[in-house]
């Protein structure tokens, strides 16, 4: 795995024009896959997989199939054809046409004992890996039986179906509230092409990416011009404000269909597509684990 997984990180730094030394760099990572796939593997992944992390992890082969199809490849498996990666066979192990030396019965005991065995040693690394894995997959793929776990789709009706959900009590600022105990983590409640922020976006495809920007209210004694100026200024403080904050917003887009909230994930600012003209949010993951919120820290920019 080890050669084919460097082959493979080596395809991505030669996409990507550089090493992946730092933080950043993992991070724009993260964000050209989105840009491209639409899918989105956190910086945290692929920090593990670089070993930026000092973590003995496999990465799963779902992860390895989105970096693969990121250089063009079909999944993992094709670009191990066609980079012409494939396991040497190991000289200490005779081939087939070396084990089948005998005839009659003792050679189908051979091959019956070496079948079982191959077999059982496989279903004990399937178990190892399993529990080993498990926790990572159930936080991943969130069982749709548990009602704890908020899953992208979901629609409230209100407010406040969804903000005694963590604990929030304000009466003010509703659509913008920190969540108690959490550092610059929000929940947010946007309205579906706000006239004055906007919020744009693909609605068919549940806002894979929401963009803000800013329209200032026209006052009669002011011209385009300073107008405009006013907008510039406005946009920009708002952009290096969130840069710094580091934010990340779980997200209830109002109007999106009707005049309830539908739930769209947790959202990062995405350092790739904003400038100090727009702010781009990008879908860092599309549930939200209620009894373990302190998890999407994880998703973070950094």
């Known amino acids: 795995m080890s050669e084919k997984l460097n082959a493979l990180k080596e395809a991505i730094e030669a996409k990507m024009g550089q090493k992946l030394l730092s933080n950043k760099d993992f991070i724009s990572l993260a964000d050209r896959i989105f840009d491209e796939q639409h899918v989105q593997i956190s910086p945290t992944t692929l920090k593990r997989i670089w070993g930026y992390i000092s973590e003995d ?34 000289p200490s192990t005779p081939n087939a046409t070396e084990t089948v030396v005998t005839t009659g019965s003792s050679t189908k005991k051979s091959l019956i004992g070496k079948t079982f065995f191959t077999l ?4 004990a690394v399937a178990a190892f890996l399993f529990l080993i894995f498990r926790p990572h997959l159930s936080s991943e793929e969130p069982s749709d039986a548990n009602p704890r776990i908020l899953k992208k789709g979901q629609v409230f009706a209100t407010y406040d179906d969804f903000h005694p959900l963590f604990g929030i009590t304000a009466k003010d600022y509703r659509h913008y509230q920190a969540v108690p105990g959490e550092d610059e983590i929000f929940v947010w409640a946007p309205q579906y092409h706000n006239p004055y922020y906007h919020n744009d976006g693909n609605r068919d495809s549940l806002m894979p990416t929401i963009t803000e920007y800013w329209t200032p209210a026209k006052y009669d004694n002011e011209d385009a011009e300073e107008v405009k100026a006013k907008a510039v200024q406005v946009q920009k403080e708002a952009y290096y404000r969130i840069l710094g904050k580091n934010e990340l917003r779980i997200v209830f887009m109002k109007d999106l269909f009707d005049s309830t909230y539908v739930f769209l994930g947790a959202y990062r600012l995405s350092l790739h597509l904003s400038d100090t003209t727009k702010v781009v949010w990008i879908r860092a993951v599309d549930h939200c684990d209620l009894d373990n919120i302190s998890s999407l820290n994880n998703y973070k920019n950094y």
């Open 120 to 123: 059982a040693a496989l279903m």
């Open 57 to 90: 992890v496999t990465p799963r082969i779902y992860t390895l199939d989105i970096l693969a199809r990121f250089v063009g490849a079909a999944d993992w498996n094709d670009f191990i054809k066609a980079h012409g990666q494939h396991e040497e066979p190991n």
